[in-house]
Every structure is written in structure tokens, then in C-alpha cells.
């Protein structure tokens, strides 16, 4: 915002509530309004000030002058004489533009058959774009009643955050929707759309009317709406129970959106949604979508509560509304659909990927000044999710289910329709627990990254064992550290469990560790000889957000002895991801580490494990370093076939296999995985000519479930990685045609498999055929503006390119580049643009691609400098990695291709 400094509005006048009428017209895409706002003048002002973005001011009645300031997006209404301490009525008249970039009130357009183009009117008003519709207090703590009509063409219809109280037809052919006032809430929870709606509805346990509502053909076929309905139905009554206070609205709708940025938006009745968040067939989606859809919805209604129920003063505490509803929205899937086994989930969707960007020199505190809406846009990011819902769950371990929620219940009825801040919370914990919730709590959102604790066993004396715990910053190895004299001390609530080495014996102990180093002394319930004889786990309930630190002797220990402790999925992932932490920061050698992965995956059937390995561990470790490195990719293969085809016979994905279909929900995320780094990946000759063998038939419609919903995604990668050429444009021609939101993301992601290379028998021996390969066929498909792929699925496409080899990464790179201007504009002050611009560069890791992209982007400066700073940071890591570990992963790979593990 040049010019002006930014501020906050005055809280010298205060809404109490919006009559406001919006009439689009969907031939020019503009709207003209009209609202009447009864305001509560605090004391003598001279002038009222609020929000305005885009916004003409055709006529305001008031006694003054209009002075709009559009570099702060603001405007001042400037009094002849100052208004007394009163209540008063603001009466204005504007009209706008109706956006096609996603954000404020904008349209999305859509086609039906014969290619008749269709227009859907929507909102999405987070952070601070409900002043793009109508001026308005755009923060959040200035609360209001919204009583909202929308003028629209008969054909058409109007939904909005309340039900409809009547429908007036008007000259023209047009209708008046009038609906209920809204309760009390903030500006970016008011939410409204116009279009041609189908829906589905059912009634929850507590009489709450609960529909689903997407474009026409969409929702009524195949139960596309079925599986969110069925998750909001069972939703809503348990949080409702479990805060205390029944969800307060008499309606909920819930609509996918063709165009929309987020996952998700959680304004109050009107949830709106992607399409592919919340459509899926519910015979055939894969369990990877009904997981998603799941989380999602549970998500969203979480915030019923948390968020518009109670909403944060400022977006400083942005973290208190979506952390917490990223740990609930697991809590809630768990009582809903316990056959998820869904907190093995949580570790990596949530804790490992809060862990891995917070250690980065350029992360965030949790709790961080925002100075100005240009800043929010950044902090909707890992940190306020992953990070904040990481520490809610290390928070509900060390208080207890009881406390925490008896906290809760007090917090939210004690600030319902107001507003509230993080020390609100803990004081609210802290008087249910009788703990210092905020001493502990405090050094984890006020400063920026975590803990490595090391743990050693010193001595035992009869049945006395003496354990030394100490702590320090976990860091990456990278130009961008900062030194430090001393690192930042945490309050680490954890638990330890003391182990016989024969596994016979085990006792747990709690303890907040809060110095820099201590020792402890646990009476076990046996007697050991010595100290080898016993084993420390920490962390054991896996539910601390920071990584362990073992000695070398310990950590092997473990290491062999895993299958007979009997831990949880989620304290093995804890364990495996720390292993890779410990490597990636230098404490152990990685090559030392790749030697027990095949003993602690022998056998291993737990989703969540093999996704720490594969995706966590390898892919962005291992992997980017042999790819950037130029190292062995035969061998790396061979590594992956030696550790996945196991598993994938036991589960069965050939023909001569056994019966596949009582796998359970885990077991089906895990074959799919397994499929993709076996087949996709490593290119197994088996395992390639089963995905072509049932791509095939399924081409030909000679077997309608040769590929069932969770083997989509890999048979797709596959066939496109390793089979013709000609796939390529099978699978741009089933995505144009596709209906399915889940089956278009399935062949998006697929389709950034496309070789890299094109050679002449692939294509007959026509040379100009070769000078175009599969993936730069691809790309243009992703980037093309008047092609099928929306702009907020074109990220997914490049991502998915750049992520195969170094090759793709370096193409994809110079596609975006040529298309800058086109991307810059798409995706400019929108968080996308961070994913976009994270998810392709940070795999570089050679110094002429890292210098190439901080060249380009000085000369290219974007919205999201924090993140392209993340993106500078991981790069140097990345150098830094390679040139340490190279030679460690070439020998590594070598012995255990060629001798197997080295443990023993």
C-alpha cells in the first residue's frame, strides 16, 4: 500500500447491523448496492471510517463529505460537525465489479452440454475482501448482525449464510431473496451465491436441515454428495455435545464451487468448498478422498465454534481458529469414523509437516504481527495450521480429555459472539486444569521453532535409573542460520518409557522438562545388571512436537528390537521421522540410517509409516539428492522394489495374488502408495505390467472395476511414466470430458509423470513429434488459459511435473518462467501463489538453478516474500546436503542393493 501507512479502523463507531441489497447483473458483471447500517458512535467523532475496496460511492446520506482512500482501502466520512455519542443510521448506495480472480464477489464460470457456458456468482470474504462487495468495518472484532437480499434473474437462485424469510418477484424478471439476520458475526463469515443449484439435504440428530449443493449433474449423481453429507450429519451433533452449546443456526449448506482458491471456507451457514474437497462417488472414491472429504467437512463446521461462534481480535491469533480446528477435525473423525484409524494420520498430515518447515531459519512465531491485510494472506500457512494443531494435541495430552474439555466449554461460552485472543484460551485451560497452562505454552507460539531432546541412560543402581535429557534448537544445516550464543529453552511436556532389553518389562513417567539439561531418576519395576540392559523411549505417545535425539547405541537398539515393543503406528512414525531429522541435521550419517530402514519396515503394513519413508524421508531427502546429484537412479530403484514389492504381494495388487477385497481402509492408502514408488517410481517390470494390464481393460470398458478407486491414481502414474507416449493424450482427453472432480485429480496428478524425453520409435520416427515430449506436452496443457484446467488446479499440475526428476523440475521452472506474467497475475496477493512457487523450486539443489531462481525473482518480485524466502532457505539446504551426503548415499545405495541391510 504505497503512500498512506496502514491502520487499523477507529473504534470510535461500531456496526450493529447491515441491511444490505446487492443486485448483480450477469451480463456486464458488475452489481450495484444498497445498505443501511446502524451504527453505535462511541464517543464524539468528526468523522466515520471504514472499509472499501473497488467500490464506487454513488450517494451516502449523511451530513459531510466523502473522501475515499483507496491506497488503505478505506473510506472517510468526513462530518460538517462532530456526531455525538449515539446511535446513528449510515445510508450508502455503490456499485463493483464482479471478480473472476476468486476472491471478494466474483463469478465462475462453467460449461455444460454442447459447450453452453454457465455463470455461478459466489463470495469468498476471508481475510479482508467482504469490503470488495459492500463497505463495511472488515475486521474482526468489528461484529454485526448482516441482513442481506440479493435481486436476481428468475431462472437463477440465492443462497445465502441464513435461510430465505421471502421471495419477491420483481419487474424485469428478477427476484428478491430476503434472508433471516444472521447472529452476531464478523464481515468475512458473510457468504452469498447465485446460480443454477441442485442439492441434497438430510437432518442431523438435532433437527438441524444439512444440504449439499454444486452445479446441475453434479451432486445428484453417483452420491456425490452423499459422503459430506453423511460426515456434516454426524458432525455437528458431537461438537455440539463435546463444546457444550448446539450449533446455533437452523440450516447449514455446504457448496462446491467450480472456481474457488482455498480447500474450503467456513462462513456461517454457507460453507463453500472446491468441488474435488467435497464431491466424490460414494461407491468408488478412493479412501484417500473419503479421508479428505471427511477431515474437510469436519473441519469447516469445527469453525462453527471456533472461529465465528468466537473469533479472534486480530489475525495476529489467526492460529487459535485454525489450529485448533486442524487438531479437532481429527478428534471428530476419530469418534465418526474410527475404522480411519485417523490419528496415525495426524503425525504426518499435521506434526511432521509443521516440523520440517519450522525448522527453517525463516519460519514464523505462531503467534505473529500482522501489520496490514497484505501480510494475512502469508500466515495461512503450515504454521497456523500444522504447527498450531501439533501443539493443541501435545496440549490435550498433558491436561487430559476431562480438562481440556471442561477449558473449552468455559472459553467459548464465556466469549460466544465476541471476539478473543490466545491468553483467553489458556487462562480458560488453565482454570479447568489447575496448571500453568500459559508458562508452558508461550515459548512454543511466541517464537519461532522447536526442540531436538537428547535422552541417554547413565547408570542403573538396583532398581534406580538415571537418565540425562537435554535440549537445543533443532537446525538445518544452511547459510541462512543465524548464530546464536545460546538457542531458546522450551517447556517440553513428554513421556518416557523405560524398556528391559529382552522387551519383558516396561515402565512409563511423565515429566515437563524445562532446563537446558537435567537427569532423572525412575524407579523401574526390575532389577537390570547394567544399564545396556534398558532402553528409553521419549516421546512415547508420539504426541510432543519435537524431534529425539538417541544415543547411536540406543537408537539401533530400538532400530532392531522395534516388532517386539509393540508400539503404536504413530510412535514408529515418530521414531522413523526422527531418524531422518537426526541425518538431515548431521547428527548420525544418513547412510548409517538407510541400513536399518528394511529391518524396521520388514513385514510393516501401517500407512502412515511407509508414507514417513517414502514421501517424508526419501522423496525429500534421499531422492532430490540423486536426482540433483546425478547419482545412481538404477540403484535407488533397486533400493525402492527391495523395500515396497513385500508388502505390495502380501496386499495384493497381481493378478495371481490373493483376494484383495476386505483390505481395510489403511491397508488400500497403503497398496496405492506402495503401487506408485514400486511401479511409477521404480519402474518395476511386474508391477508395470499390471497397471498397464488393467489400464487397458479399463480403456476398453471390459471391466468397469479392473481399477478401483484407491489403484487410480497409481495405475495412472504408472502407465504414464512407463507406457506410450500416447497415454498422454488419452488421459488430457478423459480429464476434458470428466465429470468427476476425483477423477480429474487423479489424472492431473498423474499426468506429471509425462517422460521428460520423447525418442523416435515412440513416436513412429517423426522427428517433429520428438521435439515435443510428453511433458512439455503437459505443461502447456497446465498453463493453458483456454484450456480445461481451472486455475486453481493448474498448482497440482506443475507441482506434480516438477516433482519426478531434476529434468522435470528445470522444465517445469522454465515453463513457469515464460509464463510469468500470466501466473503473476492468477495467483497475485493470494496464498497459491506461495504453494505454487514452494512446491516446484524447492527441490533445486545444485548453485546455477539456485542462483537462476533468485536472479528471476529479484527482477520478479511477489507477494509472498516469506515464503519465496522458505523457498532460498531449502535450496542452499538442499546444496548443502549434497555436497555432504553424496558420496554416503552412492555407497549406501551400493551395499544394500547388492548385501541388504547392514543392521544386525
Known sequence: MAGEVFQRLPQLCRPLRYAIELRPCLKTFTFVGKQSVSVNMMESASEIVLNAKNLSINSAKFNGKVVPKPEVEQIHFRLDSPCQACPAVLDLDFKGNISDKMVGFYRSVYSVENEVQKVMLA?????????????????????????????????????????????????????AYMFENTPKMSSYLVAFAVGEFEYVEARDSDNVLVRVYSRPGLVSELGRGELALDTACRSLPFFGDYFGIRYPLPKLDMLAIPDF?????????????????????????????????????????AHMWFGNLVTMHWWTDLWLKEGFATWIEYFCVNHCFPEMDIWSHFTYGEMAS???????????????????????DEIFDTISYSKGSSLIHMLHAYLGDQAFRVGLCAYLAKHAYGNACTEDLWDALASASGLAVAEIMRPWTRTAGFPVVFVEPLDVHANQLRVRLRQTQYRLPSN????????????????????????????????VFRSREEVLQITIPWSPSSVSDCLVQLNADATGLYHVGYTEDQLYRFARQLKSLNWSASAKFAFINDG????????IRISDWLAVLPQLLDGEQSYS???????????????RLVHEGGLSLPAYHAFL????????????????????????????LLRSLLVMAAGAEAGDEQVVAEAKCRYDAHRNEQDSDVIPGDLRSAVYMTVVRHGSPDIVNQLIETYTL???????????????????????????????????????????????????????????????????????????????????PHLAEIYHGQFLLAFLIKGVLSGFATKQHIDDVKAFFECNPVSCPRALQQVHETMDTNLILLERDRTLIANALDQLTQNGSAIS
Open 609 to 623: 509409516i511407509w508414507r514417513c519413508v517414502l514421501v517424508d524421508g526419501l522423496a525429500t531427502y534421499v531422492r
Open 261 to 301: 482458491a482455498g480447500g474450503a471456507m467456513e462462513n456461517w451457514g454457507l460453507v463453500t468448498f472446491r468441488e474435488r474437497t467435497l464431491l466424490a462417488e460414494k461407491e468408488t472414491a478412493s479412501p484417500a478422498s473419503r479421508q479428505s472429504i471427511a477431515l474437510t467437512v469436519s473441519h469447516e463446521l
Open 738 to 820: 470428466a465429470k468427476s472432480p476425483e477423477e480429474r485429480s487423479h489424472i492431473l496428478s498423474a499426468l506429471g509423470g509425462a517422460s521428460e524425453l520423447c525418442s523416435h520409435t515412440e513416436t513412429g520416427g517423426d522427428p517433429a513429434a520428438a521435439l515435443v515430449s510428453p511433458l512439455k506436452r503437459v505443461l502447456q496443457f497446465c498453463v493453458d488459459p483456454k484450456g480445461p484446467v481451472r486455475d486453481q488446479d493448474r498448482i497440482q499440475g506443475l507441482q506434480a511435473c516438477a516433482s519426478w526428476s531434476a529434468a522435470a523440475r528445470l522444465a517445469t521452472w522454465e515453463a513457469m518462467k515464460a509464463d510469468w
Open 580 to 587: 531422518f531429522a537426526l541425518a538431515k541435521a548431521g547428527f
Open 354 to 376: 509443521a516440523l520440517r518447515l519450522d525448522a527453517l531459519e525463516s519460519s514464523h512465531p505462531i503467534e505473529v504481527e500482522v501489520n496490514n491485510p497484505d501480510e494475512i
Open 641 to 668: 522394489r527391495k523395500l515396497t514389492l513385500p508388502v505390495l504381494h502380501t496386499l495384493g495388487f497381481f493378478h495371481s495374488d490373493k483376494s484383495t477385497t476386505t483390505l481395510s481402509h489403511d491397508a488400500r
Open 123 to 175: 463470495t469468498h470474504f476471508e481475510p479482508a475482501n467482504a469490503r470488495q462487495a459492500f463497505p463495511c468495518w472488515d475486521e474482526p472484532d468489528f461484529k454485526s448482525v448482516f441482513s442481506i437480499t440479493l435481486v436476481v434473474p428468475k431462472n437463477m437462485c440465492a443462497i445465502s449464510n441464513m435461510p430465505v424469510v421471502s421471495k419477491i418477484e420483481q419487474d424485469g424478471n428478477l427476484v
Open 480 to 511: 541462512c542460520t543465524k548464530s546464536s550464543k545460546e538457542s531458546l529453552l522450551w517447556p517440553v511436556p513428554t513421556t518416557l518409557t523405560c524398556y528391559s532389553s529382552d522387551g519383558q518389562h516396561r515402565v512409563a513417567h511423565k515429566h
